[in-house]
Nanobody, 125 residues
Framework: QVQLAESGGGLVQAGGSLRLSCAAS????????MAWFRQAPGKEREFVSA????????PYADSVKGRFTISRDNAQNTVSLQMNSLKSEDTAVYYC??????????????????WGQGTQVTVSS
């Protein structure tokens, strides 16, 4: 089963940028739908973005649309999340998730069976 490891979190001022990476091992990433979720203190884990295994479709949550960009590098077996124009409400632990051949329901955390350990993103206002 694929294993995931996130990196790239940190502290940034509002309006700044961060790039998160998710490195996968033990599987061929192109067969997986990959997603980013986030969880702020006291809140439920929420969908941020996904990249669907069988297509170039990359859905985004409305709250990040136009600011965040998800991408996949199959050769490097990594998925990245470029986050621009960060806001204080983006502060959360960000998780990478994977599910083999997932074609629908990609916005639901329960659909994913593999998760990374999470990386903290803190945006100061």
């Amino acid at each position: 089963q694929v294993q995931l490891a996130e990196s790239g979190g940190g502290l940034v001022q509002a309006g700044g940028s961060l790039r998160l990476s998710c490195a996968a091992s033990g599987g061929t990433l192109s067969r997986y739908t990959m997603a980013w979720f986030r969880q702020a203190p006291g809140k439920e884990r929420e969908f941020v973005s996904a990249i669907i295994w069988s297509s170039a479709y990359t859905p985004y949550a409305d709250s990040v649309k136009g600011r965040f960009t998800i991408s996949r590098d199959n050769a490097q077996n990594t998925v990245s999340l470029q986050m621009n124009s960060l806001k204080s409400e983006d502060t959360a632990v960000y998780y990478c998730a994977a599910r083999l051949y997932l074609g629908h329901g990609w916005e639901y955390a329960g659909k994913y069976d593999t998760w990374g350990q999470g990386t903290q993103v803190t945006v100061s206002s």
